[in-house]
């Protein structure tokens, strides 16, 4: 069938275009270098710089501050000046803050060290969902979303692996630095790509925006209706939501967890992460076919249920192979759910606001985490290591039945 028949532009008939796959490759050097480093610092901040359990959580409850000041508008930006300039200015910010890990003499230090990371996750964040958006049209975009996020699990799969074979083998100072460098050089080239006129063939790129306020008062507006009018996008915020307090919980106490209560060392957590990510890419693509297929609601709720079973493994793990069937099993489930969900928010926006979209809606959800790693440190001191995934596990449980008994993304 001709373009003329479809009506769509070739290059979003292609999946792998020239800007796609130069995207794709700095996606996956800078985020190699970012799972090298986060999938050991509350471990380092604890080991090394002597903070508690209460206080790593602390930590990354204070940074997560920035992502509430800035995803939104980080997502505005992005369709006012270009995907790819603000995916760039957020990853020369970023850099820094990777230097600062390698050098903090304090667990304190840390604070400022990731908020000038966060920095980079406010920015590329919505851009990089809007971007894929961009470059398909709406028949094959969970496809897209799942063929490249399958191909971008890469990351999860080699990034932990060396960071617990560096920091076990070596040390933390060797990993960081590593990361540093790593990361560095993905700005480097996240700023070509944004300065290269190849790159800026479409229109948000070629033509961008006047930068003003009004222009972003106006489009905020507009989005928040879109949120709270009880659509698609008022489901994905409401079910997202909730799961993401639980695992914001947890997301900082696992690698402690598998020290202490597992009794695994940094390199069989790097491979965990491994496992996790292996599952994911593998599955990530046949889940956006199935999505395509039978519904992004279904696959979303076979997903909730794959996690559930992970994390009821993950509960009753106490050696190396049970944990990685668990991680395996999570993986699996967090495969299902993701195109669907980047597809839903995707179809529910204009083309020309799809940055600031994903900005408000990850903004909305982060609002609502803010307290939970702080949460799930109190936890884990005042009752046990357990309950934070404990509860998780019955949040994801919760879903499903919400999910069950709503057609509102059908």
Not at 11 to 23: D, G, Y
Not at 208 to 237: D, E, K, Y
Not at 357 to 385: C, K, Q
Request: proline share 4%.
């Amino acid at each position: 069938m001709s373009t003329q028949q479809t009506g769509v532009p070739p290059e979003k008939q292609r999946m792998f275009t020239p800007v796609i796959v130069w995207f794709l490759i700095t996606m996956i050097l800078a985020n190699t270098a970012a799972r090298m480093v986060f999938v050991l610092l509350p471990v380092y901040m604890r080991d090394e710089l002597g903070a508690s359990i209460s206080q790593v959580g602390l930590v990354f409850t204070l940074a997560n501050i920035l992502p509430l000041l800035l995803q939104i508008f980080g997502g505005w930006l992005s369709d006012t000046i270009g995907r790819l300039r603000t995916i760039a200015i957020g990853a020369v910010v970023a850099t820094f803050g990777y230097i600062g890990f390698a050098v903090a003499p304090t667990w304190q230090w840390i604070i400022a060290a990731l908020l000038l990371e966060y920095v980079s996750g406010s920015l590329v964040g919505p851009s990089y969902g809007a971007f894929l958006a961009d470059q398909s049209s709406e028949e094959n975009r969970a496809k897209l979303f799942g063929t490249i996020n399958s191909l971008y699990q890469v990351v999860g799969i080699i990034g932990p692996f060396l960071g617990g074979y560096i920091a076990y083998n070596h040390s933390y100072q060797l990993l960081l630095t590593i990361g540093a460098v790593g990361y560095a050089a993905a700005a480097v080239l996240r700023v070509w790509m944004a300065l290269t006129p190849r790159f800026r063939d479409h229109k948000i790129e070629s033509a961008p925006q006047n930068f003003n306020w009004t222009g972003f008062r106006t489009s905020l507006v507009t989005m928040l209706g879109m949120v709270i009018g009880g659509g698609i996008l008022t489901w994905i915020f409401i079910t997202d939501g909730v799961r993401d307090i639980s695992f914001n919980m947890i997301n900082q106490l696992e690698p402690l967890y598998l020290i202490d209560i597992g009794g695994l060392n940094e390199q069989q957590i790097g491979s965990l992460s491994s496992v996790f990510n292996i599952a994911m890419a593998l599955l990530l693509a046949p889940a956006g076919w199935l999505a395509a297929r039978i519904s992004e609601r279904k696959a979303i709720i076979a997903g909730f249920a794959v996690q559930f079973i992970g994390f009821a493994i993950f509960l009753f793990a106490d050696q190396f192979i049970v944990f990685a069937a668990a991680w395996f099993t999570l993986g699996i489930g967090f495969a299902l759910v993701g195109p669907s969900f980047d597809s839903l928010i995707s179809k529910a926006v204009p083309e020309q606001s799809r940055g600031l979209a994903y900005g408000l809606f990850w903004t909305s959800i982060s609002l609502l985490a803010l307290p939970a790693p702080y949460l799930g440190g109190l936890l884990w001191d005042r009752f046990t290591p357990r309950m934070p995934f404990i509860i998780t596990a019955g949040v994801v449980l919760l879903s499903i039945c919400l999910l069950y008994t709503s057609d509102a993304a059908d």
